[in-house]
């Protein structure tokens, strides 16, 4: 069964997300969807904090940082 055009667009409106990340790796060759190990300097209260917003949360400081971010 072949693809129709508005079969297409609601494919492309589902997973455009998905579509821009990869066209980013066609252009520059970095993959966004990786995830990479950086080194920061954080003053010791605030690592303090983040520890604790883990404990209660069960969740990594990296996913707790990301959500902030996001």
């Known amino acids: ?3 129709t055009n508005e079969k297409i667009k ?3 409106e ?3 997300k998905d579509f821009e990340e990869m066209e980013h790796y066609d252009q520059t060759r970095e993959i966004l ?3 990479k190990r950086i080194d ?3 003053p010791q209260r605030t690592v303090n904090r983040l520890k604790e917003i ?4 069960n ?3 990296s996913h707790i940082i990301e959500e902030a971010i996001k």
Do not use: D, G, H, Q
Not at 54 to 57: A, D, E, L, P, R
């Open 1 to 3: 069964m072949p693809l």
């Open 10 to 12: 609601e494919i492309f």
């Open 14 to 16: 589902k997973n455009k």
């Open 33 to 35: 969807w990786a995830r």
């Open 40 to 42: 920061i300097t954080l």
């Open 54 to 57: 883990s404990k209660k949360t």
């Open 59 to 61: 969740k990594p400081v």
